[in-house]
Each structure stands twice: as C-alpha cells, then as structure tokens.
C-alpha cells in the first residue's frame, strides 16, 4: 500500500506542477522511469520530442536517452539499442557533458545483456575511438 500511495502521491503532484506550469511539465518522462512504468514515460517522450524545437539539441539529446532507457525497462532490447545508439549520437554532437555523461551511464544498463548482438554492436560503437571524437 505504501508504494501506491508514494505512486498517486507522485501522479497527482505531477498533475499539480503541470496545470501550474503549462504543458512542458506534463512530458518530463524521469518520475514514469522512476516510478517503474516505461510505458507511461515513452508517451511523455513521444510528446516531448513532437513538441520540441529543433534548436534545444541538447533537450533532445536527454528525451532520446530517456526513449532508450523506457524501452529497455519494457524489455524491448532491440528498440532500446537503436534509441541508445541515436542519444549517444545526439549527446556527442552538443558535446554538453550532462548529455554524454547521461547516454554514457545509459550503456552501463545494456551491459548485462552482453550476449544480444544488438547490445554487443552498440556497446563496441560506443568504444569505437571515431565515435569518442578521439579519430
């Protein structure tokens, strides 16, 4: 009982913060994430994303690393492979540390699933130096 009640606690604040705010706050996907429910969290980012201006890269950036990391709480490994693949890309362009450091520690949850080709290709895209800015 306790957690639903931290749950509805969570969802009407949310609700709250949102109606006072404007409709930004109601697509911030990292309480759904949070709160265990990827599903809820990509509709938020489906919003985000259709909504945002093309020159906020580095909102981006984060919304697509959140994409990812909803699709692989939903166990959907190969979807969350190609979304992480596009939030480092995305992330490495702002070259904004939050962003990398964000899509950098987003890996660190695909490594248990070492022996997925997909996760394998991404995890070795990732270390590739030409991908580090290093080549």
Not at 84 to 113: I, N, P
Request: charged letters at 20%; a positive charge; hydrophobic letters at 40%.
């Amino acid at each position: 009982m306790a957690d639903f009640d931290r749950r509805t606690f969570l969802i009407f604040s949310g609700a709250a913060v949102a109606k006072a705010a404007g409709t930004w706050a109601t697509v911030e996907p990292g309480p759904w994430l949070d709160l265990g429910l990827p599903h809820q969290a990509a509709a938020s980012i489906t919003t985000g994303l259709n909504s945002l201006d093309p020159a906020r890269t580095r909102t981006e950036a984060v919304f697509l690393t959140y994409r990812s990391r909803s699709a692989l709480d939903a166990h959907d490994l190969d979807v969350a492979t190609t979304y992480a693949r596009s939030a480092l890309d995305a992330a490495r362009r702002t070259g904004a540390a939050r962003c990398v450091g964000l899509a950098e520690q987003l890996l660190t949850h695909f490594k248990t699933h070492i022996r997925h080709p997909p996760v394998r290709d991404l995890l070795e895209y990732s270390a590739a130096p030409s991908q580090r800015g290093y080549a």
